[in-house]
């Protein structure tokens, strides 16, 4: 079961997932303490979490928006870096708010996810943001070899019959690593079929969470998992060898990210 939040008063307190709410727990837990924080909170959409967490009126929102993205400075260290995930209908007041809060926003990444209703008199919403910040624009964690995509070379190019920046498959097609782009579509999953797959409504990919972690964090980094759903960031950032916390407040939700560590070690 998942370790009760006073434990965290103790800055010894490990790998784990909690339950709490994220705005205690951000009072409580150590300062100066975490590497890469990454959140994935309610977008006001009315969805059931099993709470009323997902059904503010927009003042509250707001209000609730403002109080726990000003707490996450005072937690992490002076290289960390910050992913926020937001729809777009909140989107330019989650940028608002991060730089109010002292961060540099270095980038806004556009998701395409597959999910999504049709809409008779709309475009049907198929992209969420992620905001990237950090506290020190000069000092921070970005491995970019990590993360570099592949490409297929559509007009390879030689210089001096040597191809210039790019290589061959073991079926002679050319194709370079290249450096992602802030539009992530190579993402996109249909969420009744991925691997890791549990009833939470609004899961995030590993693929996702694992381009994140490995781009803005090393090994035995301290990762922050907040709003953690059925715990996605935490089990990647185990599965590569990061510490992790993850804050949540549905139970139920909690047994799926538990059930999820627990097969990483044979459980």
């Not at 260290?77 to 730089?99: D, H, V």
């Not at 994140?212 to 090393?218: F, G, K």
């Amino acid at each position: 079961m998942a370790v009760p939040i006073p434990l965290l008063a103790n800055s010894d307190f490990g790998s784990n997932v909690y339950r709490a709410d994220v705005i205690e727990a951000l009072d409580i837990l150590p300062g100066n303490h975490f590497d890469l924080i990454v959140a994935d909170p309610p977008y006001n959409y009315g969805i059931d979490f099993g709470n009323d967490s997902d059904k503010r009126n927009d003042a509250e929102y707001r209000a609730w928006t403002r109080n726990w993205v000003q707490k996450l400075v005072r937690i992490s260290k002076p290289s960390a870096s910050f992913y926020i995930c937001i729809g777009w209908e909140y989107s330019g007041f989650y940028q608002q708010e991060l730089e109010a809060a002292g961060l540099t926003i270095l980038n806004r990444i556009t998701w395409k996810r597959d999910k999504g209703r049709g809409a008779s008199k709309n475009w049907k919403s198929n992209m969420e943001d992620i905001w990237f910040a950090v506290r020190d624009r000069k000092n921070y964690t970005f491995n970019l070899d990590a993360v570099k995509v592949r490409k297929a070379v559509i007009a390879p190019y030689r210089e001096n019959g040597i191809p210039k920046d790019w290589t061959t498959d073991s079926e002679g097609k050319p194709f370079r690593m290249t450096h992602p782009s802030n539009i992530w579509t190579d993402l996109t999953v249909p969420f009744w079929s991925m691997r890791e797959n549990t009833p939470h409504p609004t899961q995030k990919p590993e693929a996702l969470a694992e381009r994140i972690i490995l781009a803005s964090s090393n090994q035995g980094d301290r990762v922050l998992d907040l709003f953690s759903g059925s715990g996605t960031f935490s089990v990647v950032a185990k599965r590569l060898g990061r510490e992790f916390t993850g804050i949540e407040m549905n139970p139920e939700y909690i047994r799926y990210a538990l059930k999820r560590l627990a097969a990483l070690e044979g459980g």
